[in-house]
């Protein structure tokens, strides 16, 4: 009889030993999956950041090509005129002296103790 009890005993420690391993297994395929989930998830935000890149750049590209960007650029940095235009140029006054506005200084209102002490207790 007393083989039979040990058999079992036997085989019940190898089982909670296989099953043991396969926990450890287990575990470590989760965390495999955690971390790369996360690296997944990184990839795509930045895969998502370059095709928005690459649309900014297509459309500045788009619009450099294009006769509104020469015509913002005679206009504004050239300082081209169309025929029909009146040009202004605006003229700084000579001899302008400029006053500066004077800041208050702040004064400080001396406080009691047990203002402070309050304060700290029960706020404001």
């Given at each position: 009889?007393?083989?039979?009890?040990?058999?079992?005993?036997?085989?019940?420690?190898?089982?909670?030993?296989?099953?043991?391993?396969?926990?450890?297994?287990?575990?470590s395929r989760l965390w495999d999956?955690?971390?790369?989930?996360?690296?997944?998830?990184?990839?795509?935000?930045?895969?998502?950041?370059?095709?928005?890149?690459?649309?900014?750049?297509?459309?500045?590209?788009?619009?450099?090509?294009?006769?509104?960007?020469?015509?913002?650029?005679?206009?504004?940095?050239?300082?081209?005129?169309?025929?029909?235009?009146?040009?202004?140029?605006?003229?700084?006054?000579?001899?302008?002296?400029?006053t500066p506005t004077p800041l208050?200084?702040?004064?400080?209102?001396?406080?009691?103790?047990?203002?402070?002490?309050?304060?700290?207790?029960?706020?404001?």
């Amino acid at each position: 009889m007393r083989p039979k009890i040990e058999l079992k005993r036997f085989l019940f420690i190898i089982l909670l030993g296989v099953f043991a391993l396969l926990m450890m297994d287990l575990n470590s395929r989760l965390w495999d999956l955690t971390r790369l989930s996360s690296e997944r998830d990184q990839v795509i935000t930045q895969v998502y950041a370059q095709w928005a890149t690459r649309y900014a750049l297509e459309t500045k590209i788009a619009y450099s090509n294009s006769e509104l960007a020469v015509e913002d650029w005679a206009r504004g940095e050239a300082g081209w005129a169309k025929p029909g235009d009146q040009v202004v140029i605006p003229l700084a006054k000579e001899n302008v002296i400029v006053t500066p506005t004077p800041l208050p200084t702040p004064t400080l209102e001396p406080v009691d103790n047990w203002e402070v002490w309050w304060a700290l207790f029960f706020g404001r």
